[in-house]
């Protein structure tokens, strides 16, 4: 379980630096500045590029399902490695950002989490913690060995 959970973790990163290489370019294709708050950029973003971008949310979420059930033999495993995956992706996305572009500024900076079903609006601390409370349960879980 050690190099799965292991192999998960790499596969979020590198998925994580992906999408931030993305949005970084895509930032540039549509003027946004890179210091901008991504609420005030996505109020600028054509309607059309909205639903592009929700195409792109929908396609990683099925990434990380598939890998997920790929690797996983029960639905319990299956159901821990997709939110082990998840909360690596989500938390070096925002450091891939930062590592780029030094976005976002603070851990206070507001930001648009999903556009799915509607727009999803916290600071980054929040998703961040998120992320880092789920990478910390599944260890110690791991490390009692119940998992």
Known sequence: ML?????????????????????????????????????VSV???????????????????????VIAYLVGTTWLEKGI????????????YYLSLYILIKWPPTLKTIDVLFLIPVPWIAPVWFPIGVSLLTIVSISVLYLMNVL
């Open 3 to 39: 190099l799965k959970l292991s192999l998960l973790a790499l596969f979020g990163i590198a998925m994580a630096h992906f999408e931030g290489v993305v949005v970084v370019y895509l930032r540039k294709a549509l003027g946004i500045l890179d210091s901008e708050s991504n609420k």
């Open 43 to 65: 109020e600028k973003f054509p309607k059309r590029f909205l639903y592009i971008e929700m195409t792109r949310e929908v396609a990683t979420i099925i990434m990380l399902v």
């Open 81 to 92: 490695f997709f939110l082990w995956t998840f909360a690596f992706w989500d938390l070096f």
